[in-house]
């Protein structure tokens, strides 16, 4: 395989772009012009050539991690090609695969069922940065208070999913809407161990038979 110094400028990835369109390469060129160069030690061709084959064998589950393990390939190069994957799922996905939040009302067909149980439920929705739904847990159920509903098990798994963001949802079996006390107090409590973890506490939401309240719309989480 020729270094990419030695091709004719017309046949790099890039200028094929240019002057052909994206449509054209080969998947080892696209990778090309994705991460741009190589290495003093290493062409950027057959750093191209070993991530395709990664890329082949893993996908869709490669990972930041698999991409690091090939000889020139650092954390720019892996943070571009896992951006690359990203957007394309994001702006490429068929409508409907995913479920997206951009307010509370798109919450409530997830946790529905809620304002018809006797018991108060806890609830964690993990999101990625898109917005969109990774996981949705119970966390407790009975009482909420400090002791029964505590950040570790809150955070637990947005951890695990790697999620940029959460959005806890409870029921009042009271029928009430007001938030209590006590809610206001772990609403602040999340926020603040979301900011040290680095996933954002969205919203915190009460459901009731009688209708549904964001705790961010009535300015307890800013």
Do not use: W
Not at 116 to 140: H, M, S
Not at 141 to 147: A, E, F, I, K, T
Not at 155 to 164: E, G, K, M, Y
């Amino acid at each position: 395989m020729k270094k990419m110094k030695d091709l004719p400028l017309h046949d790099r990835p890039r200028e094929k772009i240019a002057r052909r369109g994206v449509s054209v390469l080969s998947d080892h060129e696209l990778i090309e012009a994705i991460i741009g160069r190589g290495t003093k030690r290493k062409d950027v061709r057959e750093i191209a050539k070993e991530i395709d084959v990664i890329l082949r064998e893993q996908r869709p589950g490669v990972r930041f991690e698999d991409l690091m393990s090939i000889e020139g390939v650092g954390s720019t190069k892996a943070s571009q090609m896992m951006a690359c994957f990203e957007l394309g799922r994001r702006y490429f996905t068929t409508a409907g695969d995913a479920h997206k939040i951009t307010r509370p009302e798109d919450i409530l067909p997830l946790v529905a069922h809620l304002k018809d149980k006797k018991q108060e439920y806890f609830i964690c929705i993990t999101l990625n940065g898109a917005g969109e739904v990774l996981g949705n847990r119970i966390v407790t159920v009975g009482l909420l208070n400090h002791s029964l509903v505590h950040p570790r098990e809150v955070f637990a798994d947005a951890i695990t999913d790697r999620a940029a963001s959460i959005i806890c949802v409870h029921n009042h079996p009271s029928g009430s809407l007001e938030p209590s006390s006590q809610d206001i107090a772990i609403t602040a409590q999340l926020r603040d161990a979301g900011s040290l973890v680095g996933i954002q506490l969205i919203d915190h939401i009460i459901i009731a038979k009688s209708g549904h309240l964001s705790m961010r719309e009535r300015g307890f989480l800013s």
